[in-house]
C-alpha cells in the first residue's frame, strides 16, 4: 500500500504542533454535525462525527474553510477534498456521488460504526457504492444486491491489514462473522471493530491462494 507522502507529512506537522483537534474542534463547530446521514457530501470525523455538510457543493469547500481561518496553509484550493481533513483521518463520503474515500490511516472504531449507518442509508438510495484507497490510486465497486453494508465494512477492514480491496469474501462463514455485528441506532452503543484476529489471519490465506 503507498502512502501519499505529503500526506503523511502533512499528517505529521499536524500531530507534532499538537494542534489536531483543535482544526478538528473548528471544523464540528463551524460546519455542525448531523445525528443521521443526509444526500450530499460529508466528512467523518474519528470520533464518529459525521458533518453537517448541507450547504456545501464539495468537500474541496472545507478547505477553502481552514485556509481563511489559518488552520491551513495550503496556497490553492483543491478540486477533491479536503488534503488536511484527509491527513486527519477523516473519512470522505458522498451520498449523490455513492462513494467512499478512505484517509491512510485505519478508522476509528467510532468511525465504522457511523460508516455503517451511512452505508445502510446508502443501500437504500443507489444501488452501489465505490471505495476509493490510496489516493483513488486503488478503488472497487460493490452493488449492494450481492454484498451488505457489514460485510463492505469487512472489506474496508482487511484492506488496512492487505493493502488490496477485495472484491469478494474470503471469509468462509460471511453470516458467523457478521452475527456478533448487531445493528444499533446512530450514536448508541459501539460495535467493537478492534479484534482483527479472523482478518489478519484470513488475509494470510488469501495471500497464499492469490499466490498459488
Known sequence: ?????????????????????????????????????????????????MLNM????HHAEIEK??????????????????PTMRALGAL??????????????????????????????????????????????INTTYKFNETISDDIISRIRRYYISGRLYETMEIKDTRQYNAKFSRKPFGEELIDFDDTSVLAEEVENSKKRYLE
Not at 474553510?65 to 479536503?82: M, V
Not at 462513494?99 to 476509528?108: A, E, M, R, S
Open 1 to 49: 500500500m503507498n502512502t501519499d507522502k505529503t500526506l503523511h507529512e502533512l499528517f505529521e506537522e499536524l500531530n507534532k504542533l499538537e494542534n489536531a483537534q483543535d482544526i478538528l474542534d473548528f471544523i464540528k463547530t463551524e460546519v455542525g454535525t448531523v445525528s443521521s446521514p443526509y444526500s450530499g457530501p460529508t466528512y467523518i470525523l474519528p470520533d464518529g462525527s
Open 54 to 57: 448541507r450547504h456545501f457543493k
Open 65 to 82: 474553510l481552514l485556509i481563511d481561518n489559518g488552520y491551513s496553509h495550503d496556497k490553492y484550493i483543491p478540486t477533491g477534498g479536503s
Open 92 to 137: 470522505r463520503c458522498d451520498t449523490v456521488k455513492y462513494y467512499i474515500d478512505l484517509p491512510d490511516t485505519q478508522l476509528t472504531r467510532e468511525q465504522y460504526n457511523t460508516l455503517l449507518v451511512w452505508l445502510d442509508y446508502l443501500s437504500k438510495e443507489c444501488r452501489l457504492v465505490t471505495v476509493c484507497a490510496d489516493s483513488g490510486r
